[in-house]
């Protein structure tokens, strides 16, 4: 290692970030997956290195071209808010990237600092990449959106390996392909070899498990009605406007047709569905305060015959406000609740706020509380059996941990998750939201109903597969039938063979590099 970095770092920082860039859009919904091949370079150049400095600022240049543009929508959350708000979108747009960016440099520094091997440097960059991302999803609450294993989700024939090795042990996939040229390059041919038969055991594995049969289970068949209301996010807390909002999610939620995107032979058509689900906070009201109002509109909403869940506010002396999720039964009584446990920070409450004094202008002036615990809706149909509903709220779908733990310890039939993209408006955001669920239903063979406010609402099967949806900023209603479920490896070990690997790993580079410094001992 040298004490100085070498002339012309920036010019590689620079076409770092570039490359940055250019394999994010391996990423939902671009789905360009040789995009991931542009990694090479600045991993490449790292593998060169003769000061870990310079590693760092690879590795710190390399993940905020992956974040800055895959992130951008989050800044329109401003621009939906308006008024002095937006001021902040800079921060937004840029500030995320750099905070983020951060796990890549620290895991492209260790790989030029501990090892001399270029090869092995590579290699176990790949590791202290996927390490990186791993605690990405846990630090500070975790933020694991845009994984690297998320190129994945792009096409069903790929989705399947996530029942083998869930979005961690995917993110190792995905940068050993990504690496693969600057292997190439250092004639690695044995250890490119290794790695391309090993992602294609991976996605022979997948693919034979998408053909797996679902098991019927007490939620198979079920009808859901999916109701998307498309309320505009400047409208959807206007008292004056409310009560046209309630005679629209009562008027969609009576009727069944199946939307226009879906050819007939999809949907349901006739009958009384066994469960209507309305988006987060589709009753825009606290729930202690107005429960007549929301019993009466629920009662309206399902003609006195079927449950209905819906997004809701709680509250409680303090007074503590909740982000819930309400179960209530077709007589307008409330049958279970359910307070959103994972809270985004900034979003729904602000961390550090007695020292941050803009944060009112981001979060509000009020947190919201995190619930007590997670727990499953138990849905009673009408032949008398019942159906264990995981209920999770927006962000809560994106932790692979979390929501595999949920699923295990209550014994999950079945996930609904509801959430409200009107904030990020028509961008890439909803879409990926949407990539998401598809993953987290693939790792579980669970079937999912996402409902969402202005989009992208859909039912998911235990594939991962969307069979019925409803597009972006459309108003709409779907019928559609549960599928059943499978017991994946993932559901069963969660992220074992995740870990396996990478100690397989270690100990290769720990041979490679053993190797290297025994050579130039003699």
């Not at 198979?220 to 008292?239: C, F």
């Amino acid at each position: 290692m040298t004490s100085r970095m070498p002339q012309g770092w920036w010019k590689r920082a620079l076409a770092a970030l570039l490359s940055g860039i250019v394999g994010s859009m391996a990423l939902p919904p671009v789905g360009f997956f040789p995009g991931l091949l542009a990694l090479s370079a600045p991993l490449f150049w790292m593998a060169l290195s003769r000061h870990r400095l310079e590693g760092f600022v690879l590795g710190y240049a390399t993940g905020f071209g992956w974040f800055v543009v895959s992130m951008v929508w989050i800044s329109q959350a401003f621009v939906t808010a308006g008024g002095g708000n937006v001021f902040l979108i800079p921060f937004a747009a840029l500030g995320l990237p750099l905070l983020l960016g951060l796990f890549w440099a620290v895991a492209f520094m260790i790989a030029a600092a501990f090892i001399q091997n270029p090869v092995a440097r590579l290699l176990l960059a790949v590791i202290t990449l996927a390490l990186a991302e791993y605690a990405r999803g846990i630090v500070l609450t975790g933020f694991p959106w845009n994984a690297p294993g998320m190129v994945f989700a792009n096409a069903d024939i790929t989705l399947g390996a996530a029942a083998w090795l869930g979005l961690w042990g995917l993110c190792l996939m995905a940068l050993a392909f990504a690496v693969i040229p600057a292997l190439l390059i250092l004639k690695a041919r044995l250890i490119t070899g290794g790695l391309i038969t090993m992602l294609l055991a991976v996605m022979m594995a997948g693919y034979l498990h998408a053909g797996t049969g679902a098991v019927t289970t007490v939620a198979s068949g079920m009808t859901v009605r999916l109701v998307q209301p498309n309320i505009p996010q400047r409208d959807k807390w206007n008292r004056d406007l409310r009560q046209g909002h309630f005679s629209q999610l009562i008027t969609l939620s009576r009727q069944s047709y199946v939307h226009e995107s879906v050819s007939p032979s999809q949907g349901i058509s006739s009958g009384h569905p066994d469960l209507i689900v309305w988006p987060e906070t589709a009753f825009a009201g606290v729930f202690e305060r107005e429960r007549g109002v929301l019993s009466s509109v629920a009662q309206a909403a399902s003609s006195g015959v079927t449950p209905l869940i819906t997004g809701m506010l709680r509250v409680e002396p303090g007074p503590l406000i909740y982000n819930s999720m309400g179960l209530i039964g077709p007589d307008g009584r409330m049958l279970d609740t359910y307070d959103k446990t994972h809270l985004v920070p900034f979003g729904e409450y602000a961390p550090l706020r007695h020292y941050l004094p803009f944060v009112d202008a981001i979060a509000g002036p009020y947190d919201f509380q995190p619930g007590a615990k997670r727990d499953v809706f138990t849905l009673s149909l009408r032949h008398g059996q019942q159906v264990r509903i995981l209920p999770l709220i927006c962000y809560e779908v994106i932790f692979p941990q979390a929501v595999r733990h949920a699923v295990t310890e209550t014994g999950a039939d079945m996930i609904v998750t509801v959430t409200n993209d009107a904030w990020f408006g028509d961008t890439i955001g909803p879409r990926q939201h949407l990539a998401i669920a598809r993953m987290r239903s693939a790792e579980l063979g669970l079937p999912i109903i996402r409902v969402a406010n202005t989009g992208i609402s859909a039912v998911i099967d235990s594939h991962g597969r969307i069979t019925h949806r409803i597009p972006y900023d459309e108003t709409g209603v779907i019928d559609a039938p549960v599928s059943g479920s499978i017991k994946t490896p993932y559901a069963r070990h969660g992220d074992r063979l995740f870990w396996l690997l990478l100690i397989s790993g270690i100990v290769m580079v720990c041979l490679i590099e053993g190797l290297t410094r025994q050579k130039q001992a003699h």
